[in-house]
């Protein structure tokens, strides 16, 4: 018999995560390891229990699942986190695929769809539900933020010079430039003030 996939639930909610872990335990091949409420429970738990995926809620009061899935992809670059949420906007499909979760689903996804995604993600494709693919497809790679130009960007937003962010991340003040100009246009702006605003509407700084 094959190993079962591994899976996190987190949702600040405790019904919905516990609904959502019993009704994932159902699936023969899937195994619900740990549950977390929030984003820094997520990351604690991600580290220990090793799942092959996490299911992420995107709003979530302190750390949210945006920032959760950041550091848990700097963690593990290949680790595979599926975002949930009740909205489809525009800008948190944006900021959740541009930290490198793997899709992105509504709440109210059939149960089916949800074992569907998450097999597919597990085997390393791509799985995107057809009312949101069109979104995630004007979001080409060329325009996503790393999670280390995210690192940047915020420091900036803090009005730190380019040596301040080299030395708070231990890179060279070069990487650093390179990273600025890259930021720059990547979201459209000429400037390090615009930059911040656009980063803070587009909630990268949330």
Same mark, same amino acid.
């Given at each position: 018999?094959?190993?079962?996939?591994?899976?996190?639930?987190?949702?600040?909610?405790?019904?919905?995560?516990?609904?959502?872990?019993?009704?994932? *335990?159902?699936?023969?091949?899937?195994?619900?390891?740990?549950?977390?409420?929030? *984003?820094?429970?997520?990351?604690?738990?991600?580290?220990?229990?090793?799942?092959?995926?996490?299911?992420?809620?995107?709003?979530?009061?302190?750390?949210?699942?945006?920032?959760?899935?950041?550091?848990?992809?700097?963690?593990?670059?290949?680790?595979?986190?599926?975002?949930?949420?009740? !909205?489809?906007?525009?800008?948190?499909? !944006? +900021?959740?695929?541009?930290?490198?979760?793997?899709? !992105?689903?509504?709440?109210?996804?059939?149960?089916?769809?949800?074992?569907?995604?998450? +097999?597919?993600?597990?085997?390393?494709?791509?799985?995107?539900?057809?009312?949101?693919?069109?979104?995630?497809?004007?979001?080409?790679?060329?325009?996503?933020?790393?999670?280390?130009?995210?690192?940047?960007?915020?420091?900036?937003?803090?009005?730190?010079?380019?040596?301040?962010?080299?030395?708070?991340?231990?890179?060279?003040?070069?990487?650093?430039?390179?990273?600025?100009?890259?930021?720059?246009?990547?979201?459209?702006?000429?400037?390090?003030?615009?930059?911040?605003?656009?980063?803070?509407?587009?909630? !990268?700084?949330?």
């Amino acid at each position: 018999m094959s190993r079962k996939l591994k899976i996190l639930v987190t949702d600040d909610h405790p019904v919905t995560r516990e609904g959502l872990s019993l009704i994932l *335990g159902l699936a023969p091949d899937f195994e619900v390891v740990g549950q977390a409420g929030t *984003g820094e429970e997520a990351i604690a738990r991600f580290t220990n229990l090793k799942p092959d995926v996490v299911m992420m809620d995107l709003q979530m009061p302190g750390m949210g699942g945006v920032a959760a899935t950041m550091k848990i992809i700097q963690l593990d670059p290949h680790a595979k986190v599926i975002l949930l949420t009740t !909205y489809d906007g525009t800008e948190d499909l !944006y +900021r959740g695929i541009s930290v490198g979760a793997k899709t !992105y689903l509504l709440k109210d996804t059939p149960r089916e769809v949800i074992v569907d995604a998450i +097999r597919s993600v597990a085997r390393g494709e791509k799985f995107v539900l057809p009312q949101l693919a069109s979104k995630i497809s004007e979001m080409s790679d060329s325009d996503r933020l790393t999670a280390k130009q995210i690192e940047v960007l915020r420091l900036l937003a803090l009005g730190k010079s380019n040596k301040d962010i080299a030395e708070d991340l231990a890179i060279s003040e070069g990487t650093v430039k390179s990273h600025v100009i890259s930021i720059l246009e990547k979201l459209g702006v000429a400037s390090r003030t615009e930059a911040a605003f656009e980063a803070h509407r587009r909630g !990268y700084l949330r």
